[in-house]
């Protein structure tokens, strides 16, 4: 039975991962290995239930742009840029949803490979640190720039990340600065397109909820708030970093954490 305080370090850690492009998938498989190892299904509804404090703070930061794609959406105005990022955002979500339900159960197996996690790791680095030459084009295409190959393409990234230690962020904002996209436009992107990624994966094991007992339900429930609130936080923190061209920075943290990961990993015998 998982207790508050491990939930609630859980939940900080979601909070943080998910926004920051270091991958929360990866730091809470390496969390429950190391500190809270529990059954499969338990770790499974803790981490739908945390994952739905960090969409609820998705929706609420950019609550802006989804009340203008509503709005966009019901006066049908065609030219506005955010009528056309409804569609984007659905044609970019093709990829994950597609490989998220045919791949379903390899990729759960890859949730307890210490290996995979860090080999990812270092993968999510790497791309990180290559964004340093997409910053350096100067590029400014803008929202009404977005086209549907960048969707595409971002959406084929973000697939990527359902594999533990590839985050979701530094595939999909890294995708956009590669397709040219201003810094602030690839972040706003990526988050939107996350939201019907995550509430799709939400949907599908929703259930798994109902396997907690009572006394770790209100543990869970105290982790999804503090998920909630520290993933505003690091929304805020991660546009501020978008803004100052420091994004190849977290390489820097991704590189020996994966490195570390694979000689504990490989000391263990896996």
Do not use: K, N
């Not at 979601?14 to 499969?40: C, K, M, N, R, Y």
């Not at 995979?116 to 993968?123: A, E």
């Amino acid at each position: 039975m998982i207790t508050v305080g491990q939930a609630c370090m859980l939940g900080a850690v979601q909070g943080l991962t998910e926004f920051l492009p270091v991958s929360s998938d990866g730091h809470l498989a390496l969390l429950h290995t190391l500190i809270a190892p529990l059954p499969a299904r338990e770790t499974l509804a803790i981490d739908v239930a945390l994952h739905a404090g960090t969409l609820a703070a998705t929706l609420g930061y950019f609550r802006h742009d989804l009340l203008g794609m509503l709005r966009a959406l019901v006066a049908r105005e065609q030219h506005d840029w955010r009528w056309r990022w409804i569609g984007l955002l659905a044609l970019g979500s093709v990829p994950v949803a597609l490989v998220g339900y045919g791949a379903r159960t390899a990729i759960e197996h890859t949730f307890t490979s210490m290996t995979v996690v860090g080999v990812s790791f270092l993968i999510t680095g790497t791309l990180l640190f290559f964004t340093r030459l997409a910053r350096t084009a100067r590029t400014v295409r803008t929202e009404a720039d977005v086209s549907a190959v960048d969707a595409l393409a971002i959406g084929c990234l973000q697939a990527t990340a359902l594999l533990p230690g590839i985050s979701r962020s530094a595939t999909t904002i890294s995708g956009g600065l590669f397709r040219g996209l201003r810094a602030d436009v690839a972040a706003r992107f990526s988050f939107l397109l996350g939201i019907p990624a995550v509430f799709g994966a939400q949907l599908l094991e929703m259930h798994a909820i109902g396997s907690l007992d009572p006394a770790s339900r209100d543990a869970v429930l105290a982790g999804t708030v503090v998920a909630g609130l520290t993933g505003v936080a690091a929304i805020w923190a991660l546009m501020r970093v978008m803004r100052s061209g420091r994004l190849h920075y977290f390489a820097y943290y991704l590189w020996p954490l994966g490195t570390l990961v694979l000689m504990s990993s490989w000391g263990r015998g896996g």
